[in-house]
């Protein structure tokens, strides 16, 4: 068992000598344009509803109210469930080109696609039974007809998100993330322009279009790159449905956790939204609760890009067995998180009576987001760091830790305990938030405690026998 700390670095044979300042500047350069395609990504709902809120008429409140539970049930049954499944490449795709062995790329590449095939079947069926779904739920039968209307658009373009999510991550495993910021824009870009002309002729069908148009343009935009740089003709891409099937329980085995940990956690803010509307003031309470949920999302998606940064460069350097320079870079990565977030928190705090009104135009709603921002703040600090640990323990192949962790955190305390606060306490919409943080503080906590105590000659043989060159 190695030490259980991550200083002073643990040298193996081999290992040349750590640079910190290349290692930071390493990072940093994956960082920041995988941080700005995350946002990027993340606009298709803000999108959606914008192209929406453009059509005029009576039921135009139920056609804004459908799209925003369409991009609300989809971010979980599609987006979770895409991104969540295939961060089991950003494992397997950094450690097979940190040690070499790209020919396990094109294993990778055909276990995924098979097994995101499979995950679609379930998927459909959310989909199509969609209205049901939100109407046993407790949603207003008529918004929840036109969220399933539109879901079902959405479920067209799925299999070309999930090909694309799967392409991706294999092409991100080469520390190659500027094009996917380029692809990331031009879908935004034809998902804004489409919907300007197809909610014109075709109102709110045309939204939906144009949100299908998108997905379906993220693909080919990735094609047209690697027609240019065809970096995959190093993966030795063969098509053999022995050797997907012989590594699809591998792919589920690491994605499935991740895939858990990305519901879970969207899951979480959604069921704090349905806790504020039992609130004394109930729509001032959602309205608030709705907006600093967005302002959180925004915040945790940027970092979120920048975690995945960040375990790709660990998995490089673990299939590359070069142990003291993941160390290195985990060190390194924990401390600009930590500066960043604290940067970000006081920009959070300075702005609190300016942020809300971007989202809404009620004085009330405003009020009351601006005074229960104060405290987000804990939430937002310890959100960034758990991301980060998710990431480095997903890099260290052990999702499955990380899945448990956030399971315990928000389910089994954060949700309790918030509850408690906000009802029992009486302390409302601040308690609401602050009891939450409770259990995201619990999970830093574990993280803290865990990961230095990590096996590291153990993930380091791991590593070695999955990207084995005579397994191939």
């Known amino acids: 068992m190695s030490t259980p700390t991550l200083l002073p670095y643990t040298q193996v044979q081999d290992d040349p000598p750590v640079h910190v300042r290349t290692e930071l500047w390493a990072l940093l350069s994956l960082a920041a344009p995988m941080s700005i395609t995350m946002l990027l990504d993340s606009l298709a709902t803000t999108i959606s509803v914008a192209l929406v809120g453009r059509l005029d008429g009576p039921n135009a409140t139920e056609l804004i109210a459908g799209a925003a539970l369409s991009s609300m049930y989809t971010s979980i049954t599609t987006i979770g469930v895409g991104i969540g499944l295939t961060t089991a490449l950003d494992t397997f795709g950094a450690q097979a080109v940190g040690s070499g ?83 990331a824009l031009l879908a935004n870009v034809v998902h804004v322009v489409a919907g300007i002309f197809l909610v014109q002729s075709m109102g709110f069908n045309g939204a939906a279009l144009a949100r299908l148009l998108s997905m379906v343009s993220y693909p080919i935009f990735l094609a047209l790159y690697l027609w240019f740089n065809p970096v995959h003709t190093q993966w030795v891409i063969q098509w053999r449905w022995a050797t997907a099937t012989a590594n699809l329980r591998d792919f589920f085995v690491f994605g499935f956790p991740a895939m858990l940990m990305m519901v879970l956690e969207l899951g979480a803010f959604e069921i704090l939204t349905i806790l504020s509307g039992l609130l004394p003031n109930s729509l001032i309470a959602v309205g608030a609760s709705s907006v600093l949920m967005n302002i959180v999302s925004f915040i945790y998606t940027m970092y979120f890009g920048m975690a995945i940064a960040a375990g790709i460069r660990v998995g490089l350097m673990v299939g590359a067995n070069q142990l003291a320079h993941a ?108 009891g939450f943080s409770i259990g995201s503080l619990v999970g830093c906590v574990l993280y803290a405690y865990l990961i230095p105590r990590l096996d590291w000659d153990a993930i380091l043989d791991e590593t070695k026998k999955r990207n084995d060159i005579n397994q191939d």
């Open 101 to 183: 062995n790209l020919a396990k790329m094109g294993v990778y590449l055909q276990s995924a696609l098979l097994a995101m095939a499979l995950v679609f079947v379930p998927v459909f069926l959310l989909h199509w039974f969609c209205r049901d779904i939100l109407i046993g739920l407790g949603q207003d039968p008529i918004a929840a007809a036109h969220a399933g209307r539109f879901t079902m658009y959405i479920t067209i373009g799925v299999p070309f998100f999930f090909a694309y999510e799967v392409v991706r991550k294999l092409i991100q495993s080469h520390s190659i993330i500027f094009p996917m910021t380029a692809v």
């Open 327 to 434: 160390q290195c870079v985990i060190r390194l990565a924990y401390t600009f998180f930590i500066g960043a977030a604290t940067l970000t928190a006081i920009l959070l705090f300075s702005l609190r009576h300016h942020l809300p009104s971007l989202y809404v135009s009620d004085p009330d709603i405003i009020a009351r987001a601006a005074s229960t921002i104060v405290y987000i703040l804990p939430l937002h600090l310890l959100d960034v760091l758990n991301a980060l640990s998710q990431a480095v323990l997903r890099a260290l192949g052990k999702p499955a830790l990380a899945a448990s962790v956030n399971a315990g955190a928000y389910y089994l305390l954060g949700l309790p305990v918030a509850a408690l606060f906000a009802f029992v306490g009486h302390w409302n919409l601040p308690g609401l938030w602050g």
